[in-house]
C-alpha cells in the first residue's frame, strides 16, 4: 500500500548529482569556502554516509542536498529535475513531494501527537483522510509505534522521538531522505537500532539515504562512505 | 477543523499570556459595545426629546426660519384650522399641534422679569410629548370658557422661583399685540414645568392657544407641529407636504434639533477616539503576544518549510490562532458586555448633566444588532491581521538559519 509507483525513466538516473558544488559563508570581512567544487553521484536506493570532521561541510551540503540552502557555484541534479533553475516556490514543492527530513534534535511538533506528526507531509500531499490514515498506520508499525500514537513528543524517549522523526520522513515514500547526524544525541544502543530502521526502510520504500554522521558502526550499513574534510569530498 | 483543533493547542501552548490577550480583547470588546451603547442611548434619548419637543415635522410661514419678525407673527401661520384638518386625515400622522411663540414681561406686582411664551393646546402638547413635558408640580387646568374666566398658566420652575410663585398664585402677562400696542393679561399658576435647560427655565410660560392670540389680538399660529406615528415616516411625509403645501416652509425634527446634532458629533468623536485607542490596546496586545509565539517557534516553523508547507501556509495557520484569540476574546467581551447591561438598572447610576442642562440622566446602554456585528468582526480581523502581521516576515526567513534557532 505504499509502494510509490516510480518512473522508470528517473530510476535510470542517478537519485542526486552534484557537479562542482560550491558554497562560501560571509563572515564579517571574512569569506569562508565551506564547500569547495563537490562532485558526488548518488545511484537510487542508495544509502551513502558523509563523515569528517567537525566544521568540514557535512550539514552545509546535506542542506544543499536537501533544497534548504543554496549554493554559489556548480549544479545539482535531483532525479530528473535541474535544482538550480528552480525559484523558491518550486523547491518547496520540491521537499514536499519528494525529500524527506531526519534532524539531530527530532523537530518534531510538539503540539501535534505521534500520529499527527506522522500524518503532517500526507496533509501536505492532499491525500484523503482514509489513505492518510491506513499509510500513517502502517508507519507506525513498522518504526514499532502503533501503541504510541495518541503520546505527544515530550511523552518519548529519545530513541522513540527519532523513530517518529523517521516515520514522518519516509511516510510519503520519498526518492530522497537527508539525515544530518540522526543518532548523535542517542545511546549506542539506541543509535545502532535507529541506523538499522533507516536501513531497512529505506530499502523497503526505496528511498535514497544521504546521512552526516560521525558513527563509526554506520559504516557497515552504507553502500557508500564519503569522507568529508575541509569542503572538500574525497 | 483540525487545522483550527491545531491552531486551538498553539493557543493553549502559552496558556497565561494567551488568557491575558484575550481577556484583554475581551475587556477592550466590552468597553467599546458599553461605551457606543451608552452613546446609542443617549442618541436615542436625544432624538425622542428632539421629537417630542418640535414635533416630526415643523410648519411654518416661508419666512418664518430664516428672518427675525418685526412685530408679533408678522410671519405666522393664516387660516391653520383648515391645514390640520386637512391633514389629519392621513393616517400617518398622530397629531398636529398649533403653537404661538411669543415674549413680554411678566409680573408678580413688585417684580417684573421677561418671559418667552409659547401658546399651545396643553392637554394634547403633553398628551404627545410626555414625560418630556416635564411638569414637575400642580397641574394642566384649561379654562372651561376661553372668553371668560380664568386663565392658567404653566410657569418655567426657576422663573417661578424668582416670583416667588407658586400654584394657585396670580400673575400678570404684558405683551406687545400684533397691531403694536400693549396688552396684559391676569394668570393663575396652575403648575410649574421644567425642560431640564435652567436657562430656559428662567423664562418659560406656557398657555393655552387661544389665550396666546387674545393676548396678542391675532388669529395666526407660529408653528404647526405634526406628530408622526414612525419616525421612518418623516421623509415620505415631508415629500408629500411640499406637493400639497406650497406655501409653507418644512423643518425637519434633525434640521431643529441643534442640541441632538451637536451631542452627536462631540458623542461620536470622543467615542470614536476612544474606540481607537481600544483597538490600538487589542491590537498591540495580540501583536505582542502572537510575536512572541512566532520568535519561540522559530525552529518549528524552519522544520515545517523543511517539510514543504508553503510560507502562506504558515502564515494561515498563525491567522488561525489569532482568529480563535479574537473569536474568544470576542465571545467572553460580549458575555461581559451582556452582564454589565443586564446588571446596570440594578444599579441606577446618573450621569451628570450634559452640558447647559440642570438634570442628570440614568446610565442605561442600547444594543444594537450592526454595532455588535461590526464590533465583533473588527476585533477579530484586528486579530487575524496582527498574526498575518508578525508571521509573514518569519515564514520567508531562511530555512537553515530557522532550524539553527534554539
Ligand atoms: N551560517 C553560517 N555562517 C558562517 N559560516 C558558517 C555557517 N554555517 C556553517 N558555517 C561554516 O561552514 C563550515 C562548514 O560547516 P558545517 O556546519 O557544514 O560543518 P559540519 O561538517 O556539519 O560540522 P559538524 O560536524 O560540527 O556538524 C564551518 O567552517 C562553519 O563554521
Ligand atoms: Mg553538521
Known amino acids: ?234 | 477543523m483540525k487545522a483550527l483543533l491545531l491552531a486551538w493547542k498553539n493557543v493553549l501552548r502559552n496558556r497565561r499570556r494567551s488568557l491575558v490577550t484575550i481577556l484583554i480583547a475581551a475587556v477592550g470588546c466590552a468597553a467599546i459595545l458599553v461605551a457606543s451603547g451608552f452613546a446609542l442611548h443617549t442618541y436615542e434619548m436625544l432624538i425622542e426629546g428632539a421629537v417630542h419637543e418640535y414635533g416630526h415635522i415643523t410648519l411654518a410661514h416661508p419666512d418664518f426660519f430664516d428672518r427675525e419678525e418685526d412685530s408679533p407673527l408678522q410671519f405666522g401661520v393664516i387660516g391653520h384650522e383648515a391645514l390640520m384638518t386637512r391633514l389629519a386625515f392621513d393616517n400617518r400622522v398622530v397629531d398636529i399641534l398649533p403653537r404661538v411663540s411669543f415674549s413680554g414681561l411678566i409680573s408678580n406686582g413688585d417684580k417684573s422679569l421677561v418671559f418667552l411664551g409659547t401658546g399651545a393646546d396643553l392637554l394634547r402638547e403633553s398628551q404627545n410629548r410626555g414625560q418630556f413635558f416635564g411638569l414637575v408640580s400642580g397641574s394642566i387646568r384649561i379654562p372651561a370658557d376661553k372668553k371668560e374666566g380664568n386663565i392658567y398658566a404653566l410657569v418655567g420652575a426657576a422663573l417661578a422661583r424668582s416670583l416667588g410663585a407658586r400654584p394657585g398664585d396670580s400673575l400678570t402677562l404684558l405683551a406687545t399685540t400684533t397691531s403694536g400696542s400693549l396688552n396684559a393679561m391676569d394668570v393663575e399658576v396652575s403648575g410649574l414645568v421644567s425642560t431640564g435647560w435652567e436657562e430656559l427655565d428662567k423664562r418659560l410660560v406656557y398657555i393655552d392657544v387661544a389665550l396666546a392670540q387674545r393676548l396678542l389680538m391675532t388669529d395666526r399660529v407660529s408653528t404647526l407641529s405634526v406628530y408622526l406615528k414612525k419616525l421612518k415616516d418623516v421623509e415620505g411625509f415631508r415629500a408629500d407636504l411640499l406637493a400639497t403645501a406650497p406655501g409653507l416652509a418644512l423643518r425637519t425634527w434633525q434640521q431643529q434639533a441643534f442640541y441632538y446634532l451637536s451631542v452627536k458629533s462631540l458623542y461620536n468623536r470622543i467615542f470614536g477616539l476612544l474606540g481607537l485607542i481600544i483597538a490600538a490596546l487589542v491590537l498591540f496586545s495580540v501583536i505582542n503576544t502572537l510575536a512572541m509565539a512566532v520568535v519561540e517557534r522559530t525552529r518549528e516553523i524552519g522544520t515545517l518549510r523543511a517539510l514543504g508547507t508553503y510560507p502562506a501556509e504558515i502564515v494561515a495557520q498563525f491567522m488561525r490562532e489569532g482568529f480563535l484569540i479574537g473569536l474568544s476574546g470576542v465571545i467572553l467581551g460580549n458575555l461581559l458586555t451582556g452582564a454589565i447591561i443586564w446588571s446596570l438598572p440594578y444599579f441606577a447610576l446618573e450621569m451628570p448633566p450634559p452640558p447647559g442642562r440642570s438634570e442628570g440622566y440614568p446610565l442605561l446602554v442600547s444594543a444594537s444588532l450592526p454595532l455588535y456585528v461590526v464590533t465583533n468582526l473588527l476585533i477579530i480581523l484586528l486579530c487575524v491581521g496582527a498574526a498575518w502581521a508578525v508571521s509573514r516576515r518569519a515564514a520567508r526567513n531562511p530555512i537553515v538559519e530557522a532550524l539553527g534557532h534554539v
Not at chain 1, 560550491?22 to 564579517?28: F, I, P, R, T
Not at chain 1, 523513530?163 to 545502532?192: F, G, Q, S
Not at chain 1, 538499522?196 to 558502526?217: C, Q, V, Y
Request: proline share 5%; charged share 25%; net charge positive.
Open chain 1, 1 to 234: 500500500m505504499t509502494n510509490l509507483p516510480s518512473k522508470p525513466s528517473v530510476a535510470q538516473l542517478p537519485a542526486l548529482h552534484l557537479r562542482r558544488v560550491a558554497k562560501q559563508y560571509q563572515m564579517g570581512g571574512e569569506k569562508i569556502l565551506a564547500l569547495k567544487s563537490i562532485d558526488l553521484e548518488v545511484p537510487p536506493r542508495a544509502f551513502v554516509a558523509i563523515r569528517g570532521p567537525s566544521g568540514s561541510g557535512k550539514s552545509t551540503l546535506l542542506n544543499i542536498c536537501g533544497l534548504i540552502d543554496h549554493f554559489d557555484a556548480g549544479s545539482y541534479q535531483l532525479g530528473d529535475t535541474d535544482v538550480g533553475q528552480l525559484d523558491e516556490r518550486a523547491r518547496t514543492g520540491i521537499r514536499r513531494f519528494r525529500i524527506g527530513f531526519i534532524f539531530q534534535g527530532y523537530n518534531l511538533v510538539p503540539v501535534m501527537s505521534v500520529y499527527d506528526n506522522v500524518e503532517y507531509p500526507l496533509f501536505l500531499l492532499g491525500i484523503g483522510e482514509r489513505e492518510r490514515k491506513a499509510r500513517v498506520r502502517d508507519m507506525l508499525a513498522q518504526v514499532g509505534l502503533d501503541a504510541f500514537a495518541n503520546r505527544l513528543p515530550d511523552q518519548l524517549s529519545g530513541g522513540q522521538r527519532q523513530r517518529v522523526a523517521i516515520a514522518r520522513a519516509l511516510v510519503k515514500a520519498p526518492p530522497l531522505v537527508v539525515a544530518d547526524e540522526p543518532t548523535a544525541n542517542l545511546d549506542t544502543a539506541t543509535a545502532k537500532q535507529i541506523i538499522e530502521l533507516m536501513k531497512n526502510l529505506g530499502a523497503r520504500f526505496g528511498s535514497t539515504f544521504l546521512i552526516a554522521t560521525h558513527d563509526e558502526r554506520m559504516v557497515v550499513h552504507c553502500d557508500q562512505v564519503r569522507h568529508m574534510v575541509d569542503g572538500v569530498l574525497q
